[in-house]
Every structure is written in structure tokens, then in C-alpha cells.
């Protein structure tokens, strides 16, 4: 019995996709990670933030609101954005401009 074209082209393309699959699971984690790590570090810094600014730590708290109100807003619209132009695109994109904004924050001089 022999395999038809379409069924080689099938398991050409199943193996391609399994062999990429640890390294997506990688990025994705690296990710989640260093959102877990920004997220890690606002809190930590609320403090200095709260002597810096001479202001309560409960209007420091609305730092933390805000953050985390742009990132749910943004969930939706992007999620959107990833089903237009696909997915993997709109992944790159955000870890480039969380990169570039690290990067930013990184080169500040205060």
C-alpha cells in the first residue's frame, strides 16, 4: 500500500511543526517570565516610587491599577490584531517593544 502525496506532504509538515514546538514553548515561557519579572519590580519599587514622588503609598497603588488596566484593555484589541496579521507576528512585536522599553528604562540617566 502506498502513501498518497497529500498524506507525505501531512506528516512532512506534522514533523516540521513537532520539531519547532519546544522551542515555541521556550519563548513562551521566557514570555511569561519576564512579564512575571516587570510585574515583580513595579512592586518592589513602590517605596522608592512613594519617596520619590512625596506622595501616599495608596496613590503609588494606582501605578500598579494603572498597569495592570493597560494590560487588560490591551488584551482584547491585540488579541484582535493577532487574528488579522497572525499571531506569531503580533508576539514578536510586543516582545520587541517590551524589549525596546526595557531598554529605554535601562539607558535613563534618574
Known amino acids: 500500500m502506498t502513501k498518497s502525496k497529500t498524506e507525505d506532504e501531512f506528516a512532512n509538515y ?6 519547532h514546538r519546544g522551542l515555541a514553548m521556550i519563548v513562551v515561557i521566557t514570555g511569561v517570565l ?6 515583580t519590580i513595579v512592586v518592589l519599587a513602590l517605596p522608592e516610587i512613594e519617596k520619590g ?9 494606582w501605578v500598579v491599577i494603572g498597569y495592570l488596566l493597560v ?6 484589541q491585540v488579541g484582535r490584531l493577532g487574528d488579522m ?9 510586543g516582545f520587541l517593544v517590551f ?12
Do not use: F, K, P
Open 53 to 61: 514622588l512625596r506622595v501616599s503609598l495608596a496613590s503609588v497603588i
Open 99 to 110: 524589549v525596546l522599553g526595557s531598554l529605554a528604562c535601562a539607558l535613563s540617566w534618574n
Open 34 to 39: 519576564i512579564t512575571a519579572i516587570d510585574t
Open 14 to 19: 506534522h514533523s516540521q511543526i513537532a520539531s
Open 71 to 76: 494590560i487588560t484593555l490591551l488584551a482584547t
Open 85 to 93: 496579521y497572525g499571531r506569531v507576528r503580533m508576539y514578536e512585536a
